[in-house]
């Protein structure tokens, strides 16, 4: 059972260069998010899908875009890659909404804008 | 606005010496409380959880937390640490009302010395 699976691992890019970063899970799961963590600053959420065929925005918005693709699969996109963009990003899943929601995470993808 | 405060950003301790991870949340309503755990190199693990009930909650690997809703804490807690405790601690909360809506702390480091 893997669980929640993340592609690539690490990626470096320029600035203004654009890539798609990969989730898919395989617990079945309703929602699926998307984090980024920063040092001193915790996990902040970009985008959520809270079913499939739903997207709405997170803390962090600005600079990306998300495709919930089908029940397994959210990716997230960066159009145009800024340097404010590095950052470690963490995909996750649960459930749904209910009232003993746990999410679960991916191992991250490391993300170097230059 | 929703908040989670983790009072100590690095914490370093001898092997065997006891831990204690203050964490504070602002919200006036019902919560679930979390607390996530991410080893070097890995993903985030869920630590332990309080959703209702006994306040004192127990975990994995001899972790445990006491929810004190008159001071809105959930401080992590265990005994004697090991050094393959090292790993950076996150407490986080979900408002009950939305419970897709998971807010973190800024995170812990915490380094343990053999």
């Known amino acids: 059972n893997a669980g929640v699976t993340q592609t690539p691992k690490f990626q470096v890019l320029k600035t203004g260069q654009s890539m798609t970063l990969q989730c898919a899970q395989d617990m079945n799961h309703n929602s699926m998010y998307w984090y980024r963590q920063d040092p001193g600053m915790g996990l902040r959420l970009i985008y959520y899908?809270?079913?499939?065929?739903?997207?709405d925005k997170g803390e962090v918005p600005n600079g990306y875009n998300v495709s919930r693709l089908n029940k397994r699969e959210f990716s997230l996109r960066l159009e145009s890659a800024a340097p404010s963009q590095t950052s470690v990003y963490f995909c996750a899943s649960s459930d749904g909404q209910g009232v003993g929601n746990i999410q679960y995470f991916g191992a991250g993808t490391r993300l170097s804008v230059l | 606005a929703q908040s989670v405060s983790q009072h100590n950003h690095h914490v370093i301790l001898s092997e065997a010496a006891s831990l204690e991870l203050g964490c504070n949340y602002s919200?006036?309503?019902?919560?679930?409380l979390f607390w996530y755990v991410q080893y070097p190199g890995q993903h985030l693990q869920l630590l332990l959880k309080y959703f209702s009930g006994d306040p004192l909650v127990k975990g994995i690997k001899g972790f445990e937390a006491e929810f004190i809703k008159s001071k809105f804490s959930f401080n992590l807690r265990k005994p004697s640490v090991q050094w393959s405790d090292t790993a950076e601690y996150f407490c986080a909360v979900s408002p009950r009302s939305n419970t897709g809506k998971l807010i973190f702390g800024q995170g812990t480091t915490l380094q343990v010395k053999p």
């Open positions: 899908s809270a079913s499939e065929g739903t997207t």
């Open positions: 919200y006036g309503g019902t919560v679930n």
